[in-house]
């Protein structure tokens, strides 16, 4: 009589990750590094911030790698959105641009790891594999970075951050339409708001940002890293 042996199982899991990033080779390097490593794919590709949103409550992926600066909705706006509905997801920002002012805005958005485009060959990979596992991933450049946010703010008000950005998410994402010469019709229609209610909105963010022109808010926008000069 043969003694029974227990039944082994080996479940694996894949890994599915989106790229959301509007320079075409950029977004394609990313997808073949991504792909080179065993059981990670790639579930989609996005060439606006608006697109990634789309994508990621279609696809739901584990990992979003997101482009700081994108056209429609910068990366900023587009993780909040995606955070809201999907707190599952992991969200990467990427960024060829030195933004130390607006790093703790990313955490606050939701995301758990920035990583500067020039260090993305050292880092990319370690990473995603940290968000996979839900563990945030710092560099060492960004958590000196984070450290000295934290001991500025305690030291000038108490461990209490002050307020950072006076508008709300929705009016960002008109800033940024506004900034990127978008009519209020093209808006209304972007974001599925009436004309009245674009231009209310509109007339509200100039009023609270002290501006009386639509050229003034365009510097607020690049001067914000809203979108790019």
Known sequence: MTEDLPLM???????????ADDHDVMREGTRAVIERQPGWEVCGVAATGRQAVEQAFALEPDVVVMDMSMPELNGLE?????????PQAEILIFTAHQIEE????????G???LIFKSDAHTY???????????????????SEIVFADILHGFGHN??????????????????QLLAEGKSNKEIADALRISVRTTEAHRANILHKLKLDSVA?????AIRNKIVEA
């Open 111 to 113: 995301a758990k790891s």
């Open 158 to 175: 108490g461990g209490k951050s002050g307020p950072r950005q006076p508008l709300s998410a929705r009016e960002r994402e008109i800033v």
């Open 216 to 220: 003034g808010l365009v510097r607020y």
């Open 9 to 19: 199982i080996t479940t694996t899991s894949t890994v599915r990750i989106l790229i």
């Open 102 to 109: 607006l790093i703790p805005e990313v955490f606050k958005a």
């Open 124 to 142: 990319l990979v370690e990473a995603i594999r940290s968000l996979s596992q839900h563990k945030p991933f710092f560099t060492s450049r960004v």
């Open 78 to 86: 587009a993780t909040q959105q995606i955070k809201s509905r999907l």
